[in-house]
């Protein structure tokens, strides 16, 4: 594998007693970009990102990041590596600041979280990095805000600043912008932007609209296998993609028209 890319699948396959989930998944996703996988639903979109992570085994197939084999490596072993997911459902300790949630990110990163649970004071050297990151995300003014009172959108916010802790080289979004409405889509997309620079990422999302705006380039799968690949205007034009798509939702069938 070429420097030119940061992750790369051959031939990954995922078997679910008999049912073929993701059939021959070849992927490329070249560094500094921001990739997307995009499908109808049941397409294997997520099932790749559990592979990816390896919250599942593949059951044939490569994983190459860097050039290097991780297909036989555990969750905790890629993300040491650099391989961090963010959650489709917002993954964040509701009963703790938006602060303490970052630190506890930052001490789980530098592998002493126990540290956590015996003295707060101890980890105010965290502290500077923690309101960096929450700056990065626009909560600064939310740092002693209890979680469970944040708005969903400013919650995918924290979800995101926990994941740049890991300090990840490849980020993958699962859902980003689920849920959300426009306003919250529009800061998403912006901190996603952001969250790209000097990194790559790869993302599902089913809204296509937010795809145009912030993908270099997308793959497309349908029933578990890749249909296209390409920019957004060509894939968008395929045929193939509008025929996927057809009857779901009509927020999806407009973004693709």
Request: hydrophobic share 40%; charged share 25%.
């Amino acid at each position: 594998m070429s420097d030119q890319f940061v992750l790369e699948t051959r031939g990954l396959v995922k078997e679910f007693k008999g049912f073929v989930a993701v059939d021959d998944v070849n992927l490329k996703v070249q560094r500094g970009h921001i990739h997307a996988l995009i499908g109808p639903n049941g397409a294997g979109k997520t099932t790749v990102f559990n592979l990816l992570t390896k919250f599942l085994p593949p059951t044939r197939g490569t994983i190459l990041f860097n050039g290097k084999d991780i297909t036989s490596l555990k969750s905790a072993a890629i993300a040491r590596r650099g391989v961090v997911r963010s959650f489709q459902i917002s993954a964040v300790f509701p009963h703790m600041t938006a602060l303490e949630n970052i630190r506890v990110a930052l001490q789980s990163f530098e592998g002493n979280s126990f540290q956590f649970w015996k003295s707060g004071h101890s980890l105010n050297k965290l502290n500077e990095r923690c309101m960096e990151l929450l700056d990065s995300v626009g909560l600064t003014e939310f740092a002693n805000t209890t979680t469970v009172e944040l708005a969903y959108g400013r919650k995918r916010a924290l979800e995101l600043a926990t994941t740049l802790a890991m300090e990840p080289e490849l980020l993958l979004l699962d859902e980003p912008t689920q849920g959300m409405g426009g306003e919250d889509v529009e800061r998403v997309v912006e901190l996603v932007r952001k969250a790209a620079e000097g990194r790559t990422v790869l993302m599902v999302e089913h809204n296509l609209g937010v795809v145009s705006k912030l993908c270099d380039r997308i793959t497309v799968l349908a029933q578990g296998s890749v249909l296209t690949e390409g920019e957004y205007k060509e894939v968008s034009e395929d045929p193939r993609v509008r025929e996927v798509y057809m009857g779901s939702a009509n927020t999806t069938q407009e973004a693709v028209e």
